[in-house]
């Protein structure tokens, strides 16, 4: 066992130096990231070449709750508050009901697959049953796909949200267990729930606030923002706890209103966080991966793997279908969520508070909790982007600037300086520089062009190459003009602009009387008083996003654009 100070420094240095490394490799593969870190703290535990011995249970869960604390933060600073209008309803289902349908049928299964009493089986389907944040947000903001917004919001609205359901399950089982042949009182149940997420969301909007003037109105040196928002967010985590509340939903919370409250401070925070949430997921997966024992998974290997089978193919999209069905999600949407069901650190976490509470059996319950979430991160997490193209929930990729920076200029002014590169066959390719006057992008102007890794000079006599990089001041908010000018016209197959959208774009606000005068369609009176962007909406039953479809008759419109919820420009297809 590693004693040594140095030592100690030494293996965690290079476990994380390695799991690190291993990025390459995990791409090249479509594994998750996440998942090799996992990996590379178990074959550096006890029964790997590493032979560190680590049990510590308390510890651990000590080091984890910190790690998710960061990570929830980190995911809550970059929710945008549009995001979670468009998908809060379905998501909160999701994270509530959702959770306690797959607890519950999870529950059942492993009652008779593991032959254990009906309170350990639902104990377990309530420490698998909530979706980790740490899993989904790395894996999809790194897998490169561009999902449509409603889609990626619930996604990722749910992983933040479901874990004080699951703790609450786990805590109630945990009582049911420990009450043996006794009744728990149906208030306390109540009670129990009532401060879970009292607590937490109330300490989340009011420490979120708290945080976002505070940043606002003091002045220090750049880094120290992003200090003073994690030290605060985990004051507020673990106050929370301490008190019965939920700390993660109150952390969650506290990123949310951070993220959104706009200030000088805002983006040196998100830099800094990004870096930081890195760190906490590294080192929770190593953490965790030292905790197991592999020899000690294979007594329950068999009966782990099918109660993953359950969870993926039975309890998980039948949760997803139940919950989403009243908001009318499309069935390939549906069918998409419930397979980015993803299982990563929060199951492992929550399976270690049976074995602190000398649960019997609970060590059998924490191997088939970490099975479990290795099935799910090999299998569901390796196949995100080929599933997103089979069901067809993938929008167009729109080029985004290689760098970009929020400038202020004024006490509530601010301007963005912004970083293309001109792509094979862009509309910027042989373009002067006065040829920027005629975008829609106000307050635009040319700052530099790096052209081979040299500057070059500013004039009117220049002409844009394919790869020059090109540093642009602009008003905020006009990304999406800027990237049209420097992107490839055309891209292959489905998602080609053309391809996906029509060759054909109509403002959003044009008559749908003129569209159906034109192409021949039979509307009704109250449809043809309605603006095309309108016309969708209706016919959609819902807040739309880009991506979605309706057909009228011989033509496709398809939403290209929007502005809050109102639709911009609609791509017409015949």
Request: proline share 4%; glycine share 10%.
């Given at each position: 066992?590693?004693?040594?100070?140095?030592?100690?420094?030494?293996?965690?240095?290079?476990?994380?130096?390695?799991?690190?490394?291993?990025?390459?490799?995990?791409?090249?593969?479509?594994?998750?990231?996440?998942?090799?870190?996992?990996?590379?703290?178990?074959?550096?535990?006890?029964?790997?070449?590493?032979?560190?011995?680590?049990?510590?249970?308390?510890?651990?869960?000590?080091?984890?709750?910190?790690?998710?604390?960061?990570?929830?933060?980190?995911?809550?600073?970059?929710?945008?508050?549009?995001?979670?209008?468009?998908?809060?309803?379905?998501?909160g289902v999701?994270?509530?009901?959702?959770?306690?349908?797959?607890?519950?049928?999870?529950?059942?299964?492993?009652?008779?697959?593991?032959?254990?009493?009906?309170?350990?089986?639902?104990?377990?389907?309530?420490?698998?049953?909530?979706?980790?944040?740490?899993?989904?947000?790395?894996?999809?903001?790194?897998?490169?796909?561009?999902?449509?917004?409603?889609?990626r919001?619930?996604?990722?609205?749910?992983?933040?949200?479901?874990?004080?359901?699951?703790?609450?399950?786990?805590?109630?089982?945990?009582?049911?267990?420990?009450?043996?042949?006794?009744?728990?009182?149906?208030?306390?149940?109540?009670?129990?729930?009532?401060?879970?997420?009292?607590?937490?969301?109330?300490a989340?909007?009011?420490?979120?606030?708290?945080?976002?003037?505070?940043?606002?109105?003091m002045?220090?040196?750049?880094?120290?923002?992003?200090?003073?928002?994690?030290?605060?967010?985990?004051?507020?985590?673990?106050?929370?706890?301490?008190?019965?509340?939920?700390?993660?939903?109150?952390?969650?919370?506290?990123g949310?209103?951070?993220?959104?409250?706009?200030?000088?401070?805002?983006?040196h925070?998100?830099?800094?966080?990004?870096g930081?949430?890195?760190?906490?997921?590294?080192?929770l997966?190593?953490?965790?991966?030292?905790?197991?024992?592999?020899?000690?998974?294979?007594?329950s290997?068999?009966?782990?793997?099918?109660l993953?089978?359950?969870?993926?193919?039975?309890?998980?999209?039948?949760?997803?279908?139940?919950?989403?069905?009243?908001?009318?999600?499309?069935?390939r949407?549906?069918?998409?969520?419930?397979?980015?069901?993803?299982?990563?650190?929060?199951?492992?976490?929550?399976?270690?508070?049976?074995?602190?509470?000398?649960?019997?059996?609970?060590?059998?319950?924490?191997?088939?909790?970490?099975?479990?979430?290795?099935?799910?991160?090999?299998?569901?997490?390796?196949?995100?982007?080929?599933?997103?193209?089979?069901?067809?929930?993938?929008?167009?990729?729109?080029?985004?600037?290689?760098?970009?920076?929020?400038?202020?200029?004024?006490?509530?002014?601010?301007v963005?300086?912004?970083?293309?590169?001109?792509?094979?066959?862009?509309?910027?390719?042989?373009?002067?520089?006065?040829?920027?006057?005629?975008?829609?992008?106000?307050?635009?102007?040319?700052?530099?062009?790096?052209?081979?890794?040299?500057?070059?000079?500013?004039a009117?006599?220049?002409?844009?190459?394919?790869?020059?990089?090109?540093?642009?001041?602009?008003?905020?908010?006009?990304?999406?003009?800027?990237?049209?000018?420097?992107?490839?016209?055309?891209?292959?197959?489905?998602?080609?602009?053309?391809?996906?959208?029509?060759?054909?774009?109509?403002?959003?606000?044009?008559?749908?009387?003129?569209?159906?005068?034109?192409?021949?369609?039979?509307?009704?009176?109250s449809?043809?008083?309605?603006?095309?962007?309108e016309?969708?909406?209706?016919?959609?039953?819902?807040?739309?996003?880009?991506?979605?479809?309706?057909?009228?008759?011989?033509?496709?419109?398809?939403?290209?654009?929007?502005?809050?919820?109102?639709?911009?420009?609609?791509?017409?297809?015949?």
């Open positions: 066992m590693l004693t040594e100070p140095n030592l100690v420094l030494l293996f965690g240095g290079l476990m994380l130096l390695a799991g690190i490394l291993a990025k390459s490799v995990s791409d090249r593969l479509g594994f998750p990231l996440l998942l090799l870190f996992l990996l590379v703290g178990m074959f550096a535990g006890e029964d790997g070449v590493g032979g560190i011995e680590f049990d510590s249970f308390e510890t651990a869960f000590l080091g984890s709750n910190l790690a998710l604390a960061i990570i929830l933060l980190d995911g809550g600073l970059r929710t945008q508050m549009d995001t979670f209008r468009t998908a809060l309803a379905p998501a999701l994270a509530t009901v959702g959770v306690v349908l797959t607890a519950a049928c999870v529950g059942v299964a492993a009652t008779v697959l593991l032959g254990v009493d009906w309170r350990l089986g639902l104990l377990l389907g309530a420490i698998v049953g909530s979706t980790d944040a740490a899993a989904v947000f790395n894996l999809l903001r790194q897998s490169g796909i561009a999902l449509n917004e409603r889609v919001a619930t996604l990722e609205i749910e992983s933040g949200a479901n874990d004080p359901m699951a703790i609450f399950l786990v805590l109630l089982s945990l009582q049911f267990i420990v009450a043996a042949d006794s009744m728990v009182e149906p208030l306390a149940i109540a009670g129990l729930f009532l401060t879970q997420f009292g607590i937490g969301a109330a989340g909007l009011v420490g979120g606030t708290a945080l976002a003037r505070l940043i606002s109105r002045r220090m040196a750049e880094g120290l923002y992003a200090l003073l928002v994690a030290s605060g967010a985990i004051a507020i985590f673990a106050g929370v706890n301490h008190v019965g509340g939920s700390g993660f939903l109150a952390v969650y919370l506290t949310i209103i951070v993220g959104n409250s706009r200030g000088r401070a805002t983006e925070v998100k830099l800094a966080m990004d930081l949430a890195w760190l906490a997921q590294a080192g997966f190593l953490i965790l991966g030292l905790l197991v024992k592999p020899s000690n998974l294979l007594d290997l068999v009966v782990a793997l099918l993953a089978a359950v969870l993926m193919f039975l309890a998980r999209p039948l949760a997803v279908f139940l919950c989403l069905l009243p908001f009318r999600f499309p069935l949407e549906m069918s998409y969520i419930s397979w980015v069901g993803l299982r990563g650190a929060v199951p492992i976490v929550l399976a270690i508070f049976p074995v602190m509470a000398g649960i019997p059996e609970s060590q059998l319950l924490f191997n088939v909790t970490f099975v479990v979430v290795l099935a799910s991160l090999v299998i569901q997490g390796s196949s995100i982007p080929r599933v997103a193209q089979w069901l067809k929930v993938l929008i167009p990729y729109r080029t985004r600037p290689i760098d970009s920076h929020e400038l202020w200029i004024g006490s509530n002014t601010t963005e300086l912004l970083a293309f590169t001109v792509e094979p066959g862009a509309a910027a390719t042989g373009a002067q520089p006065a040829r920027l006057e005629r975008l829609d992008v106000p307050g635009l102007q040319l700052v530099q062009v790096v052209r081979d890794g040299r500057r070059l000079p500013l009117d006599s220049l002409f844009f190459q394919e790869n020059d990089v090109l540093w642009l001041l602009a008003d905020p908010g006009h990304t999406e003009n800027l990237a049209s000018f420097f992107s490839r016209r055309e891209r292959s197959g489905e998602l080609a602009s053309s391809s996906f959208f029509g060759e054909f774009m109509l403002n959003g606000d044009s008559p749908a009387a003129d569209l159906a005068v034109s192409y021949g369609l039979t509307l009704s009176p449809q043809r008083e309605a603006s095309v962007g016309l969708i909406t209706r016919e959609k039953g819902r807040r739309c996003v880009v991506g979605d479809r309706i057909a009228l008759g011989p033509v496709s419109l398809t939403v290209k654009s929007m502005d809050g919820s109102r639709i911009t420009s609609v791509g017409l297809k015949l």
